[in-house]
């Protein structure tokens, strides 16, 4: 293999951004949550410190006053379940026009009979989770110029109606940024990814404690994760993680780090360091599909903008589906639900280019549901 450098343009902007931020570590306090609080319904006085240039996070991404316990990223309203599903093929490119009676939807294995099929395009609501410890991150590092690159990166395609928060992660995650369509605010927060402080990558903790808090969020949201994949000293375990990424309902996209270098020092690495890495990469496939997301795994920078393109039209472009579930009881138990596309006669639908040629295609949507409990 022949020797890979880093691009001394891209070093030179990366430091010089990180020479622009405060030296020192985020601040260690999280906060209560991520969104930003609601004023009093008797204070008709504004809050001294709040900027009023701040754009206004609108009324559909707030949490209801009504408690329906752990309901997943697509709505549940009373007996209606609408359900955001992405078809893509095998370069994650999204399928569209496909026909709404091609669609089927299992519920504990039982079909569902679907009410509406449309397509929607909106808005996202996206988490910027980032590991930044030094554990792998050390400044100047190669996994630290990385992190910062994917971080800027993908920051620079959002749209400007579209609202993202900034948490960076390493013994405990930091809210950095709230979520807000101000872009300004967003590179502040990025601008303090400078010297990492705790060699802890407490990864599991992170990716649930934020996905608890857009749990109530309504409208199309996600979680962008940037990790090594490896946890280092979470509370929670493997089981305990996936089972609460599950009832939180939010999609989880993940872009592992550190692949240029796990190519080049296979060579030197024992056996453990391998299976450490194999063993993050399982778990960050298994988190994205069990919560409708995707994970990536780049080795090369020039695959970011692609990267990039595939995550935009997954949360943008959706096929929503809506059905009254067959199972009306309000019992707070886990329904599993499976998506599938068949033809006339139910057998799997072969879908082709525009060419004639068949397409291998993927069926992302969320892996079940947490259904509500009746009031006592």
């Known amino acids: 293999m022949r020797p890979v450098k ?19 570590g985020p601040v260690k306090d999280p906060g209560n949550t991520v969104a930003r609080p609601k004023k009093p319904a008797n204070d008709t006085t504004g809050t001294p410190d709040e900027d009023p240039n701040l754009s206004k996070i609108p009324s559909q991404y707030k949490k209801e006053k009504q408690d329906l316990g ?31 009676g091609n669609f089927r939807v299992l519920e504990d294995n039982v079909p569902q009979q679907l009410s509406k099929v449309t397509m929607g395009e909106a808005p996202m609501t996206l988490a910027l989770v980032i590991e930044f410890s030094n554990h792998f991150q050390q400044m100047y590092s190669w996994a630290w110029f990385q992190t910062l690159d994917l971080a800027w990166g993908f920051a620079s395609t959002l749209k400007p109606e579209d609202y993202c928060a900034v948490i960076a992660f390493d013994i405990k995650p930091e809210i950095l940024s ?3 369509t101000n872009r300004q605010q967003t590179q502040e927060a990025l601008h303090r990814l400078t010297i990492p402080a705790w060699r802890e990558a407490n990864l599991f903790d ?29 509370k929670l375990t493997y089981d305990q993680t996936r089972k609460k990424l599950q009832e939180a309902g939010v999609p989880v996209y993940f872009i592992s780090l550190m692949g240029m270098q796990r190519q080049l020092a296979d060579a030197y690495m024992g056996p453990m360091q391998r299976m450490t890495f194999l063993q993050a990469d399982n778990e960050l496939k298994t988190f994205s599909r069990e919560t409708g997301g995707a994970a990536y795994f780049p080795t090369f920078e020039g695959e970011y903008p692609q990267m990039f393109q595939n995550i935009h039209q997954a949360l943008r472009n ?47 949507a969320k892996a079940g549901y947490k259904a509500p409990r009746a009031v006592e």
């Open 6 to 24: 880093v691009s001394l343009l891209c070093a030179a902007a990366l430091i010089a951004i990180a020479g622009l931020a405060a030296q020192q």
């Open 70 to 100: 752990n309901v997943p990223n697509f709505k549940l309203d009373v007996d209606v379940v609408t359900l955001d599903v992405s078809v893509v093929d095998n370069k994650g490119q999204f399928i569209p026009g496909i026909p709404a």
């Open 318 to 364: 959706q096929y929503v589906l809506t059905y009254s579930p067959s199972n009306k009881s309000h019992d707070g138990t886990f329904r599993k639900l499976k998506v599938e596309l068949v033809d006339k006669e139910g057998r799997p639908l072969p879908v082709k280019d525009e060419k004639g040629k068949p397409i291998k295609y993927q069926i992302i």
């Open 178 to 180: 709230d979520f807000t």
């Open 206 to 234: 992170a990716i649930t404690d934020t996905a608890d808090r857009m749990s109530g969020i309504e409208g199309r949201k996600a979680m962008l994760v940037i990790t090594s994949g490896v946890d280092t000293f979470s």
